[in-house]
């Protein structure tokens, strides 16, 4: 019996002297700041405990056919990024917009679009599935490798629902009313409705089983889920997040089981972070509503960390991706009690540009985001860009600027 109260009696002091962890944040470029455009990172930590981050590299997606989708690994306990290599290019087209994720399987998935004509409503959605993960720099040994394609559910009624109403509202020869019109004729549409779905931020397993893919369309400005609840191999849609600018969510779970999408803002000013809630494992969804989180339109992901506390990454302004922070909330999304900056750059309008961020919990408990990294150095005419690498622990976020 006392070896029992002893031990309680070290648990209890164990927990506090975990939670004490002192405050700590290392960064560094993934590779040297170059012309070529490089952006989009998704991170992900492997089953080895190396991590592993992707992101598309070229000329640039809307000109140019020469645009890929590259890779670096940080081995366990190594303080350096790998040389970069190749996950996925496509003769003749370019490949952007990765997003990466591993399983309860312990599988790493790889998603991407293929632009079959520089233009983003014209990607077609590619997926590929790896369980052995080479030891040297190079890509794994995928399993699986196909499109992923679909017929997204219910999703010219509900356009239409959400749409109509609004359409009605307005003069008939506004250009408003104009570009409602066009999105109820694309509803419609077989080609606009299946193809252009991208993937932004990383899938969710929910503990049944099922994965959820946040999909997004440039064609529509809204997003959808698309769903597989036997690995892959089959797939189908939720109903579509219908909003005015409501793009590239991130979905976090909360304790009561429901699931929260958080989106960007492609919309008209004020330009808020955007939500949206499902209450049937992300098969329906809420009315897409603004939250009071400034977004300039760019991208924002959202997880749940082992404690229960909700981590944001985003650009906290409504004008300009300057400023790249990262929040805390202990109420589900309620409140966002704590937040400290990865990058502040307060120098001439432009200068610097840090977005697209990608953020794990480490099974360390720590945090690791990639993000875009542009500098525009004054005079020189083009942004050299990279991707960064932070890795802190939450200590460091409540300690704040």
């Known amino acids: 019996m006392c070896r029992i109260v002893f031990l309680l009696l070290l648990g209890s002091l164990a927990a506090p002297l975990r939670a004490a962890e002192p405050p700590f944040h290392a960064a560094q470029l993934v590779f040297p700041l170059e012309h070529w455009h490089n952006h989009s990172s998704s991170i992900v930590e492997l089953p080895s405990g190396d991590l592993m981050v992707c992101w598309y590299h070229g000329s640039g997606e809307r000109t140019a056919d020469d645009v890929k989708v590259e890779a670096a690994r940080l081995g366990r306990g190594k303080k350096n990024w790998g040389p970069r290599f190749t996950l996925a290019d496509t003769p003749g087209f370019p490949d952007a917009n990765p997003a990466m994720f591993v399983d309860s399987q312990r599988r790493l998935w790889l998603l991407w679009p293929v632009i079959l004509a520089n233009e983003w409503h014209t990607a077609l959605l590619k997926y590929r599935i790896a369980s052995r993960y080479p030891k040297s720099d190079s890509p794994p040994h995928w399993d699986v490798s196909d499109n992923l394609l679909f017929i997204p559910g219910n999703f010219e009624a509900k356009v239409k629902a959400v749409i109509e109403p609004e359409l009605a509202a307005l003069p008939p020869e506004s250009k408003p009313a104009a570009y409602l019109k066009e999105i109820l004729r694309r509803a419609g549409d077989k080609y606009f409705s299946r193809m252009g779905w991208m993937p932004r931020t990383h899938p969710l397993e929910l503990p049944g089983g099922r994965i959820l893919v946040p999909l997004y369309s440039d064609g529509y400005d809204f997003s959808l889920m698309a769903i597989t609840?036997?690995?892959?191999?089959?797939?189908?849609?939720?109903?579509?997040?219908?909003?005015?600018?409501?793009?590239?969510?991130?979905v976090v779970r909360r304790r009561d089981g429901a699931l929260v999408a958080y989106m960007r803002d492609n919309g008209p000013p004020p330009k808020r972070v955007m939500v949206s809630t499902s209450r049937d494992n992300g098969m329906t969804w809420s009315p897409v509503t603004d939250t009071d989180i400034p977004n300039p339109g760019s991208s924002v992901e959202v997880i749940r960390l082992a404690d229960g506390l909700w981590t944001m990454v985003y650009n906290d302004t409504e004008r300009s991706r300057h400023s790249l922070?990262?929040?805390?909330?202990?109420?589900?999304?309620k409140t966002w009690k704590w937040k400290r900056h990865l990058e502040l750059d307060q120098r001439q309008a432009g200068a610097g540009s840090f977005h697209y961020p990608s953020i794990i919990q480490a099974r360390d408990g720590s945090l690791h985001v990639s993000y875009s990294y542009f500098l525009n150095h004054l005079g020189e005419g083009s942004a050299r860009k990279s991707i960064k690498?932070?890795?802190?622990?939450?200590?460091?976020v409540k300690q704040g600027d």
């Open 389 to 396: 690498h932070a890795h802190f622990n939450v200590a460091w």
């Open 229 to 250: 609840d036997d690995g892959g191999a089959t797939w189908s849609t939720s109903e579509p997040l219908v909003g005015h600018g409501a793009v590239q969510p991130s």
């Open 325 to 333: 922070a990262v929040a805390l909330s202990e109420d589900e999304g």
